[in-house]
């Protein structure tokens, strides 16, 4: 089955920027999706499709997704960032298609 | 406004059954594609089932298949998980989100706890 894969944790400072990758085979041929979970809430959709937002979502929050890779960009940090963030596709070819990455911890210093 | 209730979890021995419920509102619950997501306590997201806006095809996890059954009644805007066969691993809060375009969860439930334990 498809495979997503995170780094555990991101640490960055207010102001400046996050970036969370999400790895996988040929990902770039794949529609990305990322959401945003704090402590005891459900997951947010914050990007989908690779780059688009849903409406009240900061323009902070951008993605791109090319070959392996696809990322999720954080701009100017707050400290309301801070939270676990996974993405997730949709792999039409298996028999179990949605998958999610393993997740990152955002920690905003 | 959208709304995705969950229900029905609870504290259950391992090998008993359960059934959760998903209520949802504020939108045409028959157009849309449904997923069960779970989280176990500190881990992170497993998606669990999928079915479509008819029904007509369902797919399960390799974790699940065999023992969990996800169904709707679009009559009723509800969806439901009849988990059997539960194990300690199932433990787990339990989210219902629904699928938009290319599969992206644009709303979730707020998650109802299911704990297998003796």
């Known amino acids: 089955s498809y495979v997503l894969t995170q780094p555990p944790s991101v640490s960055v400072a207010p102001g400046q920027t996050a970036r969370i990758t999400c790895g996988g085979n040929?990902?770039?041929?794949?529609?990305v999706h990322w959401y945003q979970q704090k402590p005891g809430q459900a997951p947010v959709l914050v990007v989908y499709?690779?780059?688009d937002r849903p409406s009240g979502i900061p323009e902070r929050f951008s993605g791109s997704n090319s070959g392996n890779t696809a990322t999720l960009t954080i701009s100017r940090v707050e400290a309301g960032d801070e939270a676990d963030y996974y993405c997730?596709?949709?792999?039409?070819?298996?028999?179990?298609?949605?998958?999610f990455g393993t997740g990152t911890k955002v920690t905003v210093l | 406004e959208v709304q995705l209730v969950e229900s029905g979890g609870g504290l259950v021995q391992p090998g008993g059954s359960l059934r959760l419920s998903c209520a949802a509102s504020?939108?045409?619950?028959?157009?849309?594609?449904m997923n069960w997501v779970r989280q176990a306590p500190g881990k992170g997201l497993e998606w669990v089932s999928y079915?479509?806006?008819?029904?007509?095809?369902?797919y399960y996890a390799d974790s699940v298949k065999g023992r969990f059954t996800i169904s709707r009644d679009n009559a009723k805007n509800s969806l439901y998980l009849q988990m059997n066969s539960l194990r300690a691993e199932d433990t787990a809060v339990y989210y219902c989100?629904?699928?938009?375009?290319?599969?992206?969860?644009?709303?979730w439930g707020q998650g109802t706890l299911v704990t297998v334990s003796s």
């Open positions: 989100a629904r699928a938009k375009g290319r599969q992206y969860f644009d709303y």
């Open positions: 997730q596709v949709w792999d039409s070819s298996s028999d179990h298609p949605n998958v």
């Open positions: 040929n990902i770039g041929s794949k529609s």
């Open positions: 504020g939108f045409t619950f028959s157009s849309y594609e």
């Open positions: 499709d690779d780059s």
């Open positions: 079915i479509s806006s008819s029904g007509s095809t369902i």
